[in-house]
Nanobody, 115 residues
């Protein structure tokens, strides 16, 4: 059974940083394409980042490129999202997914950027 457990969210001031984690189980994590997506209040789900199984190819949504970076620790079956220079518009629930950005998600972790 695939499990995705996000953590690391919280309240942060504009310009601050957070590091999200996604612990996974139930599938072969090193071989999986992984995504970060987010959903802001009243808005559609937004694709944030993608990392390929080989960990060499990463891609970012236009709104976060240059500020966010994703990485993976295959022995720990864990995906990370380092978020820097946070803005109020980054406020959302963040999720990780496998294979399909619009596929099944975990419970998510709330990120609130506010002064």
């Amino acid at each position: 059974q695939v499990q995705l457990v996000e953590s690391g969210g919280g309240l942060v001031q504009p310009g601050g940083s957070l590091r999200l984690s996604c612990y996974t189980s139930g599938f072969t994590f090193p071989g999986a394409r992984m995504y970060w997506v987010r959903q802001a209040p009243g808005k559609d789900l937004e694709w944030v980042a993608r990392i390929e199984p080989g960990d060499e190819d990463v891609f970012y949504g236009r709104s976060v490129e240059g500020r966010f970076s994703t990485s993976r620790d295959n022995p720990k079956n864990t995906l990370y999202l380092q978020m820097n220079s946070l803005k109020s518009e980054d406020t959302a629930v963040y999720y990780c997914t496998k294979d399909d950005p619009w596929g099944p998600r975990g419970q998510g972790t709330q990120v609130t950027v506010s002064s």
